[in-house]
């Protein structure tokens, strides 16, 4: 069983448009992190979260951490289509424990 | 920022051949460095943890003889895919973190192998 289910898997919208990605687990996590991730790239990162409720942006890019934190999302506004990527969650159990990832989201923002 | 460097980014053997595969912490040192390999269109898998002066830690299900890892320096850890297969053939990752895991971590730009 996946510790950190992401959905949607997939999501194939028009430039402009809204998205919302989910990624949540049973378990607390001590933070929890979004990379993106371009083909035949490493991922990188987004941002990290770390006190429940807390909501960070980054221009059209809005993360929020669930109060009990063991969820999260990552809101993007009038997506573009250079957004197009693999979206990751990831987040370690402890501040020293090793990172567990979610199965991804593939975005594809249409022209 | 932390920068990790991974090279090379594709390599192509022959089966039966091996494949060193390097990861290098640039302007920070990483007594931890870890080894991830990923599908096409799927999320990361790691496969160990590679601590330096020491064993590396391997994942339930990954080959210790097959995916050699030696963490001599630092700044250096390097996988090395023995007697590498078709099956072998995948996207292989490495990332180092700069302190707490809540701070993040950086990812190598990945090594694509195909063994034919």
């Known amino acids: 069983t996946q510790l950190l289910e992401q959905s949607p898997q997939f999501l194939s919208i028009q430039e402009g448009e809204n998205l919302t990605v989910y990624c949540n687990s049973s378990?607390?996590?001590?933070?929890l992190q979004w990379y993106r991730q371009e083909p035949g790239e490493g991922p990188v990162l987004l941002v990290t979260?770390?006190?429940?409720?807390e909501v960070k942006k980054l221009k059209r890019l809005t993360f929020q951490f669930g109060d009990a934190r063991k969820d999260s999302s990552l809101h993007i506004t009038a997506a573009q289509p250079g957004d197009t990527g693999l979206y990751l969650c990831?987040?370690?159990?402890?501040?020293?424990?090793?990172?567990?990832f979610g199965e991804g989201t593939q975005l594809t923002v249409n022209p | 920022g932390a920068v990790v460097s991974q090279h090379p980014s594709r390599v192509i053997c022959k089966s039966g051949t091996s494949v060193k595969i390097e990861c290098r912490s640039l302007?920070?040192?990483?007594?931890?460095m870890f080894w991830y390999r990923q599908f096409p269109k799927q999320s990361l898998m790691l496969m160990a943890t590679?601590?330096?002066?020491?064993?590396?830690?391997?994942e339930q299900g990954v080959e210790k003889d097959k995916f050699l890892i030696n963490h001599a320096s630092l700044t250096l850890s390097t996988l090395t895919v023995t007697s590498a297969h078709p099956e072998d053939s995948s996207f292989y990752i490495c990332?180092?973190?700069?302190?707490?895991?809540?701070?993040?971590?950086?990812f190598g730009s990945g090594t694509r192998l195909t063994v034919v």
């Open positions: 990332s180092a973190r700069l302190g707490s895991a809540n701070y993040g971590y950086t």
């Open positions: 990831a987040g370690p159990k402890t501040s020293g424990s090793r990172l567990t």
């Open positions: 302007d920070f040192q990483a007594t931890t």
């Open positions: 979260v770390v006190t429940g409720g």
């Open positions: 590679s601590n330096e002066g020491s064993k590396a830690t391997y």
């Open positions: 378990s607390v996590f001590s933070s």
